[in-house]
């Protein structure tokens, strides 16, 4: 049920966003948004994305795909990264992303390690700010 409020809220702060800057809403971007926002949590791929949305719209573009997801990036409603040549969505939120490569998993550690991270940069006499590490591992 949360997680239903939750999209909710998000697909209204797309409309809104599209708005203010005077975008085009229509039918198909707000389905492919719909879908991107039901499954960021995920780290899905634009194919798994398209692959999603072509259950509803058949005759969708992966350009349209990806097109919506760089405006929705754009936004600043979602963020993107690659790993294993693949791209990713991802919420906004400074988090670490840690990529399994052996399992091709990938799990959030929360901001707070971030704050460890600039500490040890600050140490080397560097000041960043850091909103999105990606790690790449091999998982047990």
């Not at 997680?3 to 809104?16: C, G, R, T, Y």
């Not at 040549?85 to 490569?101: E, L």
Request: aromatic share 4%.
């Amino acid at each position: 049920m949360d997680e239903l409020k939750e999209s909710d809220e998000a697909i209204k702060e797309v409309l809104n966003k599209l708005r203010e800057n005077e975008m085009r809403m229509t039918p198909q971007r707000i389905l492919i948004s719909k879908t991107i926002l039901s499954m960021v949590k995920d780290h899905v791929t634009l194919k798994d994305i398209y692959d999603e949305t072509e259950k509803v719209l058949p005759r969708v573009g992966m350009s349209t795909v990806y097109n919506t997801i760089k405006m929705l990036e754009s936004l600043g409603i979602i963020d993107t990264f690659y790993v294993d040549g693949k791209m990713r969505v991802d919420r906004t939120h400074p988090h670490i992303n840690i990529f399994c490569k052996n399992t091709q998993a990938i799990t959030d550690i929360d901001g707070s390690a971030l704050e460890k991270i600039r500490e040890v940069l600050r140490d080397y006499g560097l000041k960043m700010d850091i909103k999105k590490v990606v790690i790449e591992a091999n998982c047990k």
